[in-house]
């Protein structure tokens, strides 16, 4: 089983290209930190979306 962890999907413009590009993809985690967009996302695709950044370090941080 294929899984794609994508650190920062925006609008999926790139978990769209990669979905092409690899079919074998069977499990895909996205993360998106802008609540404005998280909430634009069409998140009815079978993948895993998180409101959240990635980071090497623990807390909280405030974007702008």
């Not at 978990?15 to 967009?37: C, G, M, Q, W």
């Not at 980071?55 to 405030?62: I, L, Q, V």
């Amino acid at each position: 089983m294929a899984t794609f962890i994508d650190c920062g999907t925006n609008f999926k413009q790139g978990l769209d290209e990669i979905s092409l590009l690899h079919p074998e993809i069977e499990k895909t985690y996205s993360f998106e930190a802008n609540r404005y967009v998280y909430d634009l996302l069409d998140k009815n695709d079978g993948n895993v979306y998180f409101n959240m950044a990635v980071s090497d370090k623990t807390g909280f941080s405030t974007f702008h």
